[in-house]
C-alpha cells in the first residue's frame, strides 16, 4: 500500500532561519506528491503538489518541496522562516486513486 | 475560505444520541471525502464518494453512516457512539479522486 512517512513529529528552527521538514514516499510507479498545513483549530490547506516535470516545486507562502526520485523524498523547504509558519504539516501521496497521509509534524519557529 | 464547509464545528454527544455532521462544497467537485483525525496517529479516510456513489468504506464501523445526496453535500450519521470516536473529523472534496483535496475546517467530535 501506498504511505508516506515523516520521520520528525517535531521541528524548531529561528525565525529567519531556512527550514526543512522531512517526507519519504513510497514507490509506486510515477506518485503524486502533496503538501498541506494545518492551523489550530482549522482544516488542512493545500501548500504545493508534484505531479511530473520539473522536481522544485514552489507553493503558496513562499514554501517550496523538491522531488528527489533516488532518494524517494519529498522534503518541504522555505529560505527564511516566519513565527506564522509554525503549524502541523503533512505530507502526502495519491494511491489508488485516494490520498495517503503521513502523522505529521509539528513545526515551530522561535521569535 | 477553501470552498467547504462543515457544521457544527464542534459537537458533544452521549454514547446513546444519533447526531449528523454535515459538509458542503461550492467548488463544483465531484469527489466528497471524510477523514477522522486522532492525536498522533495518521489521517484516517472513511468514506469516499464520487458523483455521489460511494466507491470506498475502510472498515468503518456501522456506527457511521454516510449520506451523499448530491454532489454538494455530504452527511455523516452517528449512533452508539464510543468515547473513542472522539477525533476531529475532516471533510474534503476535490475535483476528481486522486488529485489536490479541499478540506473544510473539521467537526471536534466529543462522546463522553
Not at chain 1, 489550530?40 to 507553493?59: C, S
Amino acid at each position: 500500500a501506498q504511505s508516506v512517512a515523516q520521520p520528525e513529529d517535531q521541528v524548531n528552527v529561528a525565525e529567519g532561519n531556512p527550514l526543512t521538514v522531512k517526507c519519504t514516499y513510497s514507490v509506486s510507479g510515477n506518485p503524486y506528491l502533496f503538501w498541506y498545513v494545518q492551523y489550530p483549530n482549522r482544516g488542512l490547506q493545500f501548500l504545493l503538489k508534484y505531479i511530473t516535470g520539473d522536481n522544485l516545486v514552489k507553493g503558496s507562502y513562499g514554501f517550496e518541496a523538491e522531488f528527489n526520485k533516488s532518494q524517494t523524498s519529498f522534503h518541504l523547504k522555505k529560505p527564511s522562516a516566519l513565527v506564522s509558519d509554525s503549524a502541523l504539516y503533512f505530507c502526502a501521496q495519491t494511491g489508488a486513486n485516494n490520498l495517503f497521509f503521513g502523522t505529521g509534524t509539528r513545526l515551530t519557529v522561535i521569535p | 475560505e477553501t470552498g467547504v464547509t462543515q457544521t457544527p464545528r464542534h459537537l458533544v454527544m452521549g454514547m446513546t444520541n444519533k447526531k449528523s455532521l454535515k459538509c458542503e462544497q461550492h467548488l463544483g467537485h465531484n469527489a466528497m471525502y471524510w477523514y477522522k483525525q486522532s492525536a498522533k496517529k495518521p489521517l484516517e479516510l472513511m468514506f469516499v464518494y464520487s458523483l455521489e456513489e460511494r466507491v470506498e468504506n475502510n472498515s468503518v464501523p456501522s456506527r457511521f453512516s454516510p449520506e451523499c445526496p448530491n454532489s454538494s453535500h455530504l452527511f455523516l450519521h452517528l449512533h452508539t457512539l464510543q468515547p473513542e470516536d472522539s477525533a476531529l473529523y475532516l471533510c474534503a472534496s476535490s475535483q476528481q479522486r486522486g488529485t489536490e483535496a479541499f478540506f473544510g475546517q473539521g467537526t471536534r467530535l466529543t462522546v463522553v
